[in-house]
């Protein structure tokens, strides 16, 4: 499958614990972005990496979340000491070619996290 | 900062009804508009796009036209299908911003 993998589909945490969301973009891609959906709610817009940098962060929230991209391997969403309000689907993204207003993004199926 | 609003769903409506779903936009510059689709239990996937005022984008006999004038980029469709159930995300991107996404209008179309 040539297109953008993100796993695990669905992740199951308690209030406290760590989530690790991964993504593997497109073959020849390397910028990687990561959405949040909140139910009933369309995609906000989180975080934009490059191999090894982060380009923009401007929509992560300050605290718990961080996210890489290494020279070698999938781009990861970590979230720690997760809260009920972070239940959401989270959506990664590739583009061959840093976001222009022309490009298109290929979106993953996403990560569906649920925190009890 | 640049924003987009779409009509609030759901919509529902018959087998080759006509499908409009309004998209306005607030945008600093000339921004490229674009209509995302997902469909239940998948990611999103691009549907059609329009880079410059007038432009008319169209695919899978969905279209949309870019009017500067009243910052629309209306989803038309002149005989929908069941399978084009799904919900529909109107989005922007200004030059190097982020895409910014409508809240999405689900639409399901009955036999």
């Known amino acids: 499958n040539a297109g953008v993998m993100q796993n695990p589909r669905h992740l199951v945490r308690r209030r406290g614990q760590e989530a690790r969301l991964r993504c593997s973009p497109m073959?020849?891609?390397?910028?990687v972005y990561w959405y949040r959906q909140l139910p009933e709610e369309g995609l906000k817009f989180m975080v934009y990496l490059q191999k090894e940098n982060i380009i923009d962060e401007s929509g992560m929230p300050k605290e718990r979340f961080s996210a890489e991209f290494p020279k070698e391997g999938p781009s990861i969403l970590r979230i720690q000491q997760v809260v009920r309000g972070d239940s959401a689907a989270y959506f990664c993204?590739?583009?061959?070619?840093?976001?222009?207003?022309?490009?298109?993004?290929?979106f993953g199926e996403g990560s569906r996290l649920t925190v009890l | 900062g640049d924003s987009v609003t779409q009509m609030e769903g759901p919509v529902t409506l018959s087998e080759e009804a006509f499908l409009t779903i309004n998209c306005t936009y607030t945008a600093t510059g000339y921004p490229s508009l674009f209509w995302y689709v997902q469909y239940p239990g998948e990611g999103l996937q691009l549907l059609l796009k329009?880079?410059?005022?007038?432009d008319k984008g169209s695919n899978k006999g969905f279209e949309a036209t870019y009017r500067k004038e009243t910052t629309s980029f209306h989803l038309e469709k002149g005989s929908v299908q069941v399978s084009d159930s799904a919900v529909y995300f109107c989005a922007l991107s200004s030059g190097n911003t982020p895409l910014v996404f409508g809240k999405g209008t689900r639409l399901s179309v009955i036999a």
């Open positions: 073959k020849g891609h390397s910028h």
């Open positions: 329009a880079t410059k005022a007038d």
């Open positions: 993204a590739s583009s061959k070619v840093g976001q222009s207003n022309t490009g298109e993004l290929f």
